[in-house]
């Protein structure tokens, strides 16, 4: 797969180790010629990877929400800008022009994005998955949870139809590839 939505938080409060590993899988991406299709924003973990998929040779895509513009909030590393009106259309938007989602540790903006996806995907929408980037086991709590729904019954069909977990960037470049 070659166009690739990412996820991932806005902050620049959090662990470097965040940092580190986002840097190798936009390091990655770069190298393997893919295109990062995100928010579009110079903050946290998404202007790390855009900068390392820049720097590594890959194509940036930047999503932009006219608030973002509006903030001067918006990368310098992207090779093309979509704009939208709001949060909701940049999400239908990164759907649609990714061919797979990946999930990096996050805080609501994510979780909002990860969530929009699967609840559209489980009434039909598109067939695309999104990855959970399990980074030091970030998401295990949301893990839990989910299986919890799933378990009492409030899924319409398997999780696993809807989102996979790597635990390692090994296993991101295998379910990727
Ligand atoms: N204020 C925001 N700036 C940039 N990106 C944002 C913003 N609010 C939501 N997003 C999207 O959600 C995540 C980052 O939000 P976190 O709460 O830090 O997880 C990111 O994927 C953006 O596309």
Redesign the pocket.
């Given at each position: 797969m070659k166009k690739i939505g990412?996820?991932?938080?806005?902050?620049e409060n959090i662990d470097k180790m965040y940092f580190e590993s986002a840097r190798q899988i936009g390091k990655w991406m770069g190298e393997s010629n893919k295109t990062l299709i995100?928010?579009?924003?110079n903050?946290?973990l998404?202007e790390c990877i855009a900068g390392a998929v820049k720097e590594y040779g890959g194509t940036v895509i930047g999503?932009v929400p006219s608030?973002?513009e509006e903030n001067g909030?918006v990368s310098k590393c992207l090779d093309q800008m979509i704009h939208t009106q709001n949060?909701s259309d940049?999400k239908d938007i990164?759907t649609e022009e990714s061919d797979i989602l990946v999930a990096l540790p996050?805080?609501?903006?994510?979780?909002?994005?990860v969530f929009h996806v699967i609840a559209a995907a489980s009434i039909g929408y598109h067939q695309k998955k999104v990855i959970f980037y399990n980074d030091y086991g970030f998401y295990n709590e949301l893990l839990k949870t989910l299986s919890t729904l799933e378990e009492k019954g409030f899924a319409r069909q398997p999780f696993s139809s809807y989102y996979e977990v790597a635990e390692t960037l090994d296993e991101l470049k295998e379910k990727i590839k």
């Amino acid at each position: 797969m070659k166009k690739i939505g990412i996820f991932c938080s806005a902050s620049e409060n959090i662990d470097k180790m965040y940092f580190e590993s986002a840097r190798q899988i936009g390091k990655w991406m770069g190298e393997s010629n893919k295109t990062l299709i995100y928010g579009g924003a110079n903050l946290g973990l998404m202007e790390c990877i855009a900068g390392a998929v820049k720097e590594y040779g890959g194509t940036v895509i930047g999503v932009v929400p006219s608030k973002l513009e509006e903030n001067g909030k918006v990368s310098k590393c992207l090779d093309q800008m979509i704009h939208t009106q709001n949060l909701s259309d940049r999400k239908d938007i990164i759907t649609e022009e990714s061919d797979i989602l990946v999930a990096l540790p996050g805080g609501v903006g994510t979780l909002d994005e990860v969530f929009h996806v699967i609840a559209a995907a489980s009434i039909g929408y598109h067939q695309k998955k999104v990855i959970f980037y399990n980074d030091y086991g970030f998401y295990n709590e949301l893990l839990k949870t989910l299986s919890t729904l799933e378990e009492k019954g409030f899924a319409r069909q398997p999780f696993s139809s809807y989102y996979e977990v790597a635990e390692t960037l090994d296993e991101l470049k295998e379910k990727i590839k």
